[in-house]
Structure formats: structure tokens, C-alpha cells
């Protein structure tokens, strides 16, 4: 059953869904009405107006009749176990039913449940009962106790004994008991002054609920009683009763205080919570009772269901005339003027029943319209709410069965195929699959493939092509992937999925992957290039022999080492052979095309680098290094180049293709070609050889080798590249040159020096170091002050080249007030004669601050005096 049609406008996915009890139940209701229901986790129980009790299975299937009553059965209850039913009627009579225990099929798929047998036990009370209710635990209890009440206006408890029955009255003589529940050893009960709530492993009374204000007869407006635990373990009653809906929560403390009084717990001023009430005995703790949340509607509460730990489902009647919260329905037997016919005028019309889903606040969350059968001629207190929780159930979710005299509706929390559904019907495939992939185990009338294709259709109409490859990705089934592809190939955007392509589980055909190949080739090498990387590379049997023959294969059929990790172990996913040679066809025509022969297109350098893989793959490394080393700077792969010349030792490929290997990654080269300094196929002559033109790169060699290897190096067969080197250090390198002639044993001085000197400007610091290296100390001395002007690098000069240019050094500072400033300066630090350098100053130079340079040269001698003593 739907619920009625609302206003499209803000329309919002519903939150519940509902569903008319089938089987037998049409059947039974022909000659008879329902006049109550009580439910077990795998059966239910209605009681007619003709005073039958039928067992029902969940989807209406007749299970069996109990008839022990001649009137209306007013209320059943049925224990944990399922095997002690008891009903109450209009006739004064209780019946405790006794059944077989329930049995399950060989396959654990469904409960059996006894259609006859077990005994019956009648109670006569003489009139009419309203209420029965088991206790708690009763098939485990060895006095098992029922409680009852009616018209009598008397509250039983009825405790079976080994030999006759103990009657206990708690409560009598405040009108007809109509509503009782327990919870535990609590009890609760409704009459005409409002609610009482009873202990009964104590026998003292816990707390009391006033009744509503203008709230009209219990005969005309039921009230409603639902115990429910919270997750956090905290107890309340729900209490709906007129136009009210009260929560009242139950906690224990360790408070002593204690009463035998009744305690009222009464709604606050306003609706909001109300404080808590005083504490009274319960067991060994006390127990206080508070109302945490007080409703009020515009309508009867004609059922009371929890929903969670906040919320509640309110089953609402509206009397005949009243305006509905929600469009009314059409419904055959109501007029367009909202009338019925009834024989004689006309009558006002009763709304349709509604369900409100609200929390505790009073916050509506959603409210359906019910169009129960016959509702335009019932009372609220035709009306019956049932909840159920089935804890083997994964979501946990309570369901509802709404009752009337001629209808059962359930009504339970949509799953994931109603939202899937409804999601659906508003083609909102995004969140339709986003819904389904949420809990995918519990999908029954959807396939998640189904939901995906929907989706996936939706992304590629609004050319949401990466979105939809990335779905593809996540989501799409193996048997699926064939037609996808073929679906973004006919959209020109196979570019969007083939990075995303499987490549085993699902392996798709050869022509696709072909397909994918010849899509880059055309339209952009770079991607061509990623894709061959990516995929797992063909096995060695799949090469096509090199053109000379000689593959550097190690001829034992394993897979190139560097390719072990992605080696496909099946069948390749393309034909190499067939793409080799259409790679050598293409990057042939594309250098023939290409207007500078010495540059290639970045292009035409990816390809060929795309070859270089196939030929890797295929064990063919000299044809793979030949392409790398073509490349130069271009190349992409650059560690995997040096890798192949290591790995299969190709070093004869590039004895000659130095230049190239150095534009490869020059400071890999540069560590390669030193390393191999020894080597027969790199010999050091034979570098420089290839390098005299590239000077830089000659340089930086020659550098490399004096930094790294300069044992080797230096030695006579490499005299002339240390002569070599002065120019190159001169050009790229100056202040390491004289850090090279310190360490070089072959460099011929006369002639570094001359070049230094013709250099523009002269290499200075060069030429004072070979001078000194020559024996020209005093030249040198002089090249210092005249030209670089450092007098304490002089100083420095002088003390590593003997003490006898001190004088030498006072000479020629005489010419220069700031040289003898400064010698005055480092004079008692350099054990510098003092006196000597005053003696010689002329008497026309003006020193500056002279009084204060002999004061700290006295002090200085006063302290270094004592210090040579010693």
C-alpha cells in the first residue's frame, strides 16, 4: 500500500513504506472485524469481535484459531517465547494459552509453529477485562503471574501456584483500568485519573502521571502505554494519551531517600521537559521518575510506537470535520465537497489517518496519509499500533503493524531497494548507486551493474567523460568492461579510459587493447608512451628477432630483469613484432619530415621512446640504448638507460656515443665514464677525444676525474690533459685552479703561467702560486700588494716562504700609508719588529690613529713576554 499523493512542491523522499497484510486474512475478516493484535518476532495474534484469537504468520498465512471467549477479545499478550499467549474479553474471561514449543525446518530457513495441541487455562472475572498482559519472563518463572483489569476498576495480578491461584489487588477504585504494560518488575497502568506505575518486586507504587487536560472518555480516545530502552540503557514510558504525547524517563540513584507514597509526575508549565520528580524506593536503589518531553497535537493519538532513541511514531485521528495536516486523499467514498451520504442530510466526513514520524521536541520528520480500509467510519479507538523489533535482522529497524477492524498495514523503515527506487524514479542515477553501494549485501530487486549503467549513461549524455572513466574504475564489473570500452572509443575518449583498462580479470581482446595503441599513435605519443609502461609487457618469445642479429639476449627465455615485477604470465596484450615494426615505420617517416636532422620533435622523441620499451621487453637492449642515446637530453627514461649499459654490459655501444650519454643525464655519465677509468673500452684519451669540441662537458670530465680519481689520474700518460686542464679551469672554473696546481704533478709552470698572465684579466692568485713554486717569492710579494692589495695574504706569504722577506715585504709597504697602517696593525701578531717598521716610516706620511697601534702593540708584547718565559 502507498501512501496518499502529496503537493509535488518541496516533495522529499519518504522515510517510510508501507504494506498491507495478505495471506489468509481477507478470508478470515469476510464474516468478522479485528478488534485488537499483539505480535512475536515470528508470528502475530488478532482478536476478533466474535471473540476468536488467530494465529497468523507475519505475512498474514493462517496458522490456527483460539477460541475460548464469546465477546470481543480486547487485548493479547504473548511472552518472549512464544508459547504462552494470554486474552482478555468483553464476556469477564482471561485465557492463558499454553502451545508446543515452535520447531525449525532441517535447513534453519523457517519456524515451524504448532498448529493445534498445548492446554488453555480460563480465568472468570465476571466483567469485562480490558487489559492482560504477561510478565515479564513468564515461561521461565516457576510462578508465573499475569496482570489484568477492566470495568471492575480493579488492577490483578494473578500468580499461579502449585495448587491454587494467588489473586493480588494493587489498585482499585479509580474507574475502569484500560492500558496496562510491564517492563521488567514494573507496571504500569491507565484509568480514569491518569497513569500509575507500580513495582511489583516491592510492592510499592513508583510514580503517577496525571491525566491530560480536556482529554475526552478513554471510551471515545484510548490511552497508549510503550516501555522502550535506550541504547544508553535508560528506561522510558511513552505515554499518549487525547492530544498528548509525554516521555518519561526512568533513572536509578543510590539516593536513601525513600516513600510509600505515590509520587505525581505532572507535565511541566510549558512543553519542554519538566523537572525531576522525588526519588522512591525501587529494589535496593532509587528510582525517579522525569518527564523529558511533553506534545501536544491537533489531533488524538491513536497509536504510539518508538523510533530509535529520539524519536516516535504518532499514529493521528482526526474527528469527523477536522482539517487535515496534509492533503486529503481521493477516495471513492468521499465527495469532492469532503461529504459522505448517509441516508437522511448530509454528515462531515473523517480524515484519513495519518502517521507522524516526530522527535522528542516535537520536530515533525515526516508524516504520511493512510487510506486504511473503511477509515471513514471508524474511531480513534478502532485503531491499533503494533511494534515489532527483530534483533537477527542487520539494520535492527522496528516495524509496525497498524490495525483496524478490516485492514493490517505494516509499516516499516525504507531499505535500500525502496530508496534505490525512488531515487531511481527521480533520475537521480548518482545518488541512486550512491544509496545501493552503502549497504550492497541487502540489494534484492536491484543489481548494482544495473545501477552503475544507469549512471555511467547519465555521465557520458552530459559528456562527463572522466567522471564516468572513474567510475568504470571503482565499479564496473568485469563482464562489463568490453562494452565500455567500445562505448568511449565510439565517443572519441578513449583517452579518459585506457589508463583505467584491466589488463587480467578482466583481460579483454587483443583488438582492444590494439585499439588503444592506434588511438595514441595518432593523437598524442605521450600517452602512447604511458600506456606501454603501464601495461604488462610481452614475453621474450613474442620479439621479433633484431635486424644484425644480435639481441644482447642472455639466451636463457627469461623476461628483461627490469620488467620482472610487471611481466604478464599470459599471453601479451598486443602483438609486439607487429608494433615494432610499425614504430620503426612511423618515427622513420617522422625524421624524414623533420626539417633540422639534428633536433627531433618531442613528438618523435616519445615514440621512439615507446619503441625503446618494446625493445627492452624483448631483450633487444642494444637497439633500445641506440635510441636512448639518440634522444640525448630528450629522453624520459633516463636511469633505465644507464641501467641497460650496467645490466648487459653495453659498454662497446657507447665508446663512441659519449657526447650522447652525457646529454642523457650528465652527472650520471660523468659517474659511469669515471668509474670506468681503467676500462679497455673507455679509455680516458679516447673521452677527451670525443669531447675536445664540447668543452664544458670536457671540463667537467677532467674535473670529475681529479676529484674522484686523482690517484689514477695522476700519473704521467695524463700529463698533457693536466696541461689541457689550466685553460679549461681558467674558463669554467678559476678559483679551482690553484687548488689543481697544488695537487698536479704534471703541469708545466712556465707555461700555466704564461697563459695566466695573457689572460684578460690575469689569473693573479694563479700566478703568485706558481711564482712562489718557481722560487720568485719577492715578484710574487710584489703581485700581492700592487695588484690584488692584501696585506695580510702578503703576511700570510711571508710566513710560509721564509722570515727573510719580512724586510722585503716593510720595503715595499713604505710606499702605501695603508700598507704600513696595516702591517702596524698585524705587526705584534706576526712577530713583526715594531720598531723597525717606525724607524723606516718617512717623516712626512701621516699615520692614522699610530698612538693608538703602539699602544696595543706595547700591551701585546707585555703579554706575549711573560708567555715565552714559560
Excluded at 572522466?466 to 568485469?478: I, K
Excluded at 628483461?560 to 615505420?585: G, H, M, N, R, V
Aim: glycine share 4%; hydrophobic share 40%.
Amino acid at each position: 500500500m502507498e501512501p496518499a499523493p502529496q503537493d509535488d512542491a518541496g516533495e522529499s523522499e519518504p522515510l517510510l513504506k508501507y504494506e498491507r497484510v495478505g495471506g489468509h486474512l481477507h478470508t478470515l475478516l469476510r464474516d468478522d472485524a479485528l478488534s485488537c493484535i499483539a505480535g512475536h518476532m515470528n508470528f502475530i495474534c488478532v482478536g476478533t469481535f466474535s471473540g476468536h484469537v488467530l494465529m497468523l504468520e507475519l505475512n498474514g498465512r493462517y496458522i490456527r484459531r483460539l477460541h475460548q471467549h464469546h465477546k470481543r477479545v480486547h487485548e493479547i499478550s504473548i511472552d518472549e517465547s512464544g508459547q504462552h499467549i494470554v486474552s482478555c474479553s468483553d464476556d469477564g474471561t482471561v485465557a492463558v494459552y499454553a502451545l508446543l514449543p515452535m520447531s525449525t525446518e532441517l535447513d534453519a530457513s523457517r519456524v515451524v509453529i504448532p498448529t493445534s495441541g498445548g492446554e488453555v487455562n480460563i480465568y472468570n472475572f465476571y466483567n469485562a477485562v480490558y487489559s492482560s498482559q504477561l510478565e515479564p519472563g513468564y515461561a521461565t518463572k516457576r510462578e508465573r503471574s499475569f496482570a489484568c483489569g477492566g470495568i471492575s476498576g480493579q488492577l490483578i495480578v494473578n500468580k499461579k501456584g502449585w495448587i491454587i491461584d494467588k489473586e493480588n489487588t494493587v489498585h482499585e477504585g479509580e474507574g475502569p483500568v484500560h492500558c496496562i504494560r510491564y517492563h521488567d518488575h514494573l507496571l504500569a497502568w491507565v484509568n480514569d485519573w491518569g497513569v500509575k506505575v507500580y513495582d511489583t518486586a516491592t510492592d510499592t507504587r513508583v510514580t503517577y502521571i496525571e491525566r491530560p487536560p480536556n482529554c475526552p472518555p478513554l471510551e471515545l480516545c484510548r490511552a497508549h502505554l510503550v516501555w522502550h530502552t535506550l541504547t544508553s540503557g535508560d528506561l522510558v514510558l511513552l505515554v499518549g494519551w487525547g492530544h498528548t504525547l509525554r516521555v518519561v524517563k526512568f533513572t536509578a540513584s543510590t539516593s536513601s531517600t525513600s516513600s510509600n507514597d505515590d509520587t505525581t509526575t505532572t507535565p511541566p508549565a510549558t512543553t519542554p521537559p519538566s523537572k525531576a520528580t522525588p526519588a522512591v524506593v525501587f529494589g535496593s536503589a532509587a528510582l525517579s521518575a522525569e518527564v523529558v518531553s511533553y506534545v501536544t497535537f491537533d489531533f488524538f493519538v491513536a497509536g504510539v510506537s518508538p523510533w530509535g532513541d529520539s524519536a516516535v511514531c504518532v499514529l493521528a485521528f482526526r474527528p469527523p470535520g477536522s482539517a487535515s495536516s496534509t492533503p486529503l486523499p481521493s477516495t471513492p467514498s468521499v465527495s469532492r465537497q469532503g461529504q459522505k451520504e448517509t441516508g437522511e442530510g448530509l454528515v462531515e466526513a473523517t480524515p484519513c489517518p495519518e502517521m507522524h514520524v516526530i522527535d522528542w521536541r516535537g520536530t515533525q520528520m515526516a508524516v504520511d496519509m493512510l487510506p486504511l480500509r473503511g477509515f471513514e467510519k471508524l474511531r480513534a479507538t478502532d485503531y491499533h499500533a503494533l511494534c515489532l523489533t527483530f534483533p537477527r535482522h542487520t539494520t535492527n529497524s522496528p516495524v509496525l503493524f497498524l490495525c483496524t477492524p478490516k485492514d493490517v498495514v505494516v509499516c516499516r523503515v525504507r531499505d535500500v531497494d525502496d530508496r534505490v527506487a525512488y531515487a531511481l524514479s527521480q533520475r537521480a542515477y548518482e545518488n541512486a548507486l550512491a544509496i545501493a553501494l552503502t549497504d550492497v549485501p541487502s540489494l534484492k530487486r536491484h543489481a548494482l551493474d544495473e545501477l552503475v549503467e544507469y549512471y555511467l549513461g547519465e555521465l557520458v549524455l552530459s559528456q562527463q567523460y572522466a567522471t564516468a572513466a572513474d567510475v568504470c574504475r571503482r565499479l564496473l564489473s568485469p563482464h562489463l568492461w568490453e562494452k565500455y570500452v567500445y562505448v568511449f572509443a565510439q565517443k572519441g575518449q578513449l583517452s579518459a579510459i585506457a589508463k583505467f583498462m584491466p589488463t587480467s580479470n578482466p583481460r579483454l581482446p587483443t583488438s582492444q587493447y590494439e585499439m588503444v595503441l592506434k588511438h595514441f599513435l595518432d593523437t598524442d605519443p605521450a600517452q602512447l608512451l604511458q600506456i606501454i609502461r603501464k601495461w604488462p609487457k610481452p614475453r621474450m618469445s613474442d620479439r621479433r628477432p633484431s635486424s644484425n642479429g644480435n639481441s644482447n639476449s642472455n639466451g636463457n627465455g627469461i623476461v628483461a630483469a627490469e620488467y620482472t615485477k610487471t611481466a604478464s604470465l599470459f599471453d601479451p596484450l598486443y602483438d609486439s613484432s607487429a608494433w615494432i615494426l610499425q614504430l620503426e615505420t612511423v618515427v622513420r617517416r617522422r625524421r624524414l619530415a623533420e626539417t633540422d636532422v639534428d633536433r627531433m620533435t618531442m613528438e618523435t622523441s616519445y615514440l621512439m621512446e615507446a619503441l625503446a620499451e618494446l625493445y627492452t621487453a624483448t631483450e633487444q637492449y642494444d637497439n633500445a640504448l641506440r635510441i636512448y642515446l639518440s634522444q640525448g637530453s630528450l629522453c624520459t627514461n633516463k636511469d633505465h638507460a644507464f641501467k641497460l649499459i650496467v645490466e648487459h654490459n653495453l659498454w662497446d655501444s657507447i665508446q663512441n656515443k659519449v657526447v650522447n650519454l652525457m646529454l642523457i643525464d650528465r652527472e650520471s655519465a660523468l659517474r659511469m665514464l669515471v668509474h670506468q677509468i681503467k676500462s679497455d673500452q673507455l679509455k680516458v684519451h679516447a673521452i677527451v677525444k670525443q669531447l675536445e669540441h664540447k668543452k664544458e662537458l670536457l671540463h667537467e670530465y677532467l674535473h670529475s676525474l681529479v676529484v674522484h680519481r686523482l690517484a689514477d689520474y695522476n700519473a704521467e700518460m695524463y700529463a698533457s690533459l693536466h696541461e689541457l686542464q689550466i685553460s679549461l679551469y681558467a674558463e669554467f672554473m678559476p678559483s679551482y685552479l690553484v687548488k689543481f696546481l697544488q695537487t698536479s704533478a704534471f703541469v708545466p709552470l712556465e707555461k700555466a703561467y704564461q697563459f695566466c698572465s695573457e689572460r684578460s684579466p690575469p689569473l693573479w692568485d694563479a700566478m703568485i702560486f706558481i711564482l712562489g713554486r718557481m722560487g720568485q717569492q719577492k715578484k710574487a710579494l710584489d703581485f700581492i700588494l700592487t695588484q690584488l692589495q692584501n696585506v695580510k695574504q702578503a703576511i700570510q706569504f711571508v710566513q710560509d716562504n721564509g722570515d727573510e722577506l719580512w724586510d722585503y715585504l716593510v720595503e715595499i709597504s713604505l710606499t702605501n700609508r695603508g700598507y704600513i697602517e696595516e702591517l702596524l696593525e698585524y705587526a705584534s701578531d706576526h712577530q713583526i719588529d715594531p720598531i723597525k717598521i717606525m724607524r723606516k716610516i718617512p717623516d712626512d706620511m701621516e699615520i692614522t690613529g699610530l698612538k693608538a697601534k703602539v699602544q696595543q702593540i706595547i700591551a701585546n708584547y707585555r703579554i706575549q713576554v711573560p708567555a715565552s718565559h714559560t
